[in-house]
């Protein structure tokens, strides 16, 4: 079975500044790998993937992902963050069993 | 297209009642999923439905159960109510070949246990 570990719970960051949520994953088999992003009060948001292919995947809105198979890492990137990205988000995993494993989240919170 | 809809948006309801929440999900999935997140306690899941049959099932008593309709559709009730069942519930989608597109998830019902 797969497993996802968020490595930081909380993370506050300056606005415009680089951030990084940290995600690891364990498991046995090929994996598709996911972030979501959840707004307050909202339900979660597929903000990006890796299925196969190219090991970094972006989303329209700056952030970026890089799956690192040796270090069975899935960290989540965006260079300059803004007020409006303040959210949680979760890490996830899927093998080909249709079972899909969350992270405990990461709360980010981009301050002025 | 319509995304996955779930009602109530709010329910609020005494301790030792009953909870029913219903999700509709995206037109061509199959799968449902539920999920309860309680405050500070992340996604924790609950059920998965797909073709009308329980699939799988979290870590949670009996008294958490649901179904599946022919539409797909799915339904979960939560009977005795109690304060710790306070949380958001969130119904998600998928097909059930494969997760290359990854869940679709509701906007959730809050549940207010009083």
């Known amino acids: 079975a797969q497993s996802v570990t968020q490595l930081d719970s909380q993370v506050p960051v300056f606005e415009e500044a680089p951030v990084e949520l940290r995600c690891n994953y364990s498991s046995s088999v090929s994996v598709y790998l996911f972030w979501y992003v959840q707004y307050p009060n909202q339900g979660l948001q597929l903000l990006l993937k890796?299925?196969?292919?190219?090991?970094l995947v972006e989303s329209i809105n700056g952030f970026e992902a890089e799956f690192n198979k040796s270090q069975t890492s899935f960290h989540l990137r965006k260079p300059s963050v803004h007020i409006s990205d303040t959210a949680e988000y979760f890490c996830?995993?899927?093998?080909?069993?249709?079972?899909?494993?969350f992270g405990a989240g990461t709360r980010l919170t981009v301050k002025p | 297209e319509a995304g996955v809809t779930q009602s109530p948006t709010h329910l609020i309801k005494t301790r030792g009642q009953q909870a029913t929440l219903r999700c509709s999900p995206i037109?061509?999935?199959?799968?449902v999923y539920w999920y309860q997140q309680a405050l500070g306690l992340g996604l924790q899941f609950l059920l998965w439905?797909?073709?009308?049959?329980?699939?799988n099932r979290g870590n949670f008593p009996p008294r958490f159960s649901g179904r599946q309709f022919p539409n797909y559709s799915s339904e979960l009730n939560v009977n005795a109510l109690e304060l710790e069942d306070s949380a958001l519930y969130l119904c998600?989608?998928?097909?059930?070949?494969?997760?290359?597109?990854?869940?679709?998830f509701g906007s959730g019902t809050r549940l207010t246990v009083v």
């Open positions: 037109s061509g999935h199959t799968s």
């Open positions: 996830a995993v899927s093998g080909n069993n249709n079972d899909m494993r």
């Open positions: 890796y299925l196969s292919g190219s090991t």
């Open positions: 439905y797909d073709e009308g049959e329980e699939r």
């Open positions: 998600a989608s998928s097909l059930i070949r494969g997760l290359v597109d990854g869940y679709t």
